[in-house]
């Protein structure tokens, strides 16, 4: 393969597995930088939603009942965090189903079946209705890590580590901000917290909109 004066580039007559193969490597690459574009939008409202919600939970779950208002929301702090290996799902789950990889889905929603049942069995006769929301996000989180390690190895997604960092940073900067930060309303709260997650996922580019609308 070589490359002409306009940059174009060419390869010998009657040998095309080296173009087929360079070919190949761009589908991956945009797949790859595609589905991380999606992931970044989708975790960064997983990640603000279950972290805000769950630092207001007690005056959420006084809204909807008036009794054991502390147990509820003691389940309702573990249970939310829930979005986030279901958005892992939405993505990595999508991606895979759309490859036709049914079968391995099949064999995680059963390990995932199976773990779930597993935990229950263990906590919730000691632990109650906390044991089995502690359950529920054991077998989310199962499923999401599988289907993102069949992901990476099938479909060569990778995070390069400066995106880790960010998103890492992300992260704990939203957690700290949601529960360090003292808050007087509720809803006041909620939409503080949301603005500054949104700033900073926008300062960082884990959002970035020009991209999205070009891969949209």
Not at 58 to 82: H, K, P, Q, W
Not at 196 to 208: E, G, Y
Request: aromatic share 12%; charged share 15%; with cysteine.
């Amino acid at each position: 393969i070589w490359r002409t004066e306009n940059g174009e580039r060419r390869c010998p007559r009657g040998d095309t597995s080296s173009s087929g193969a360079w070919e190949g490597q761009t589908g991956v690459n945009e797949l790859s930088e595609t589905t991380i574009a999606m992931f970044s939008l989708v975790m960064v409202f997983a990640i603000t939603a279950a972290c805000t919600l769950s630092s207001v939970s007690g005056e959420i779950m006084e809204l909807f009942y008036d009794d054991n208002v502390a147990e509820y929301t003691s389940v309702f702090r573990i249970v939310i965090f829930c979005i986030i290996p279901i958005c892992f799902t939405y993505i990595f789950g999508t991606l895979l189903t759309a490859g036709g990889k049914l079968k391995a889905l099949n064999i995680f929603a059963a390990c995932s079946l199976a773990a779930n049942i597993a935990v229950n069995m263990m906590l919730i006769p000691r632990y109650g209705a906390i044991g089995s929301a502690w359950a529920g996000l054991t077998a989310q989180s199962l499923m999401a890590v599988a289907q993102l390690a069949a992901a990476i190895k099938i479909y060569e997604i990778r995070f390069s580590r400066r995106y880790i960092l960010k998103m890492v940073f992300f992260t704990l900067s939203v957690v700290a901000c949601c529960y360090c930060i003292p808050h007087l309303n509720w809803w006041l709260a909620l939409i503080i917290y949301s603005t500054v997650a949104l700033a900073l996922a926008l300062i960082l580019k884990l959002i970035d909109i020009k991209e999205i609308i070009k891969r949209s």
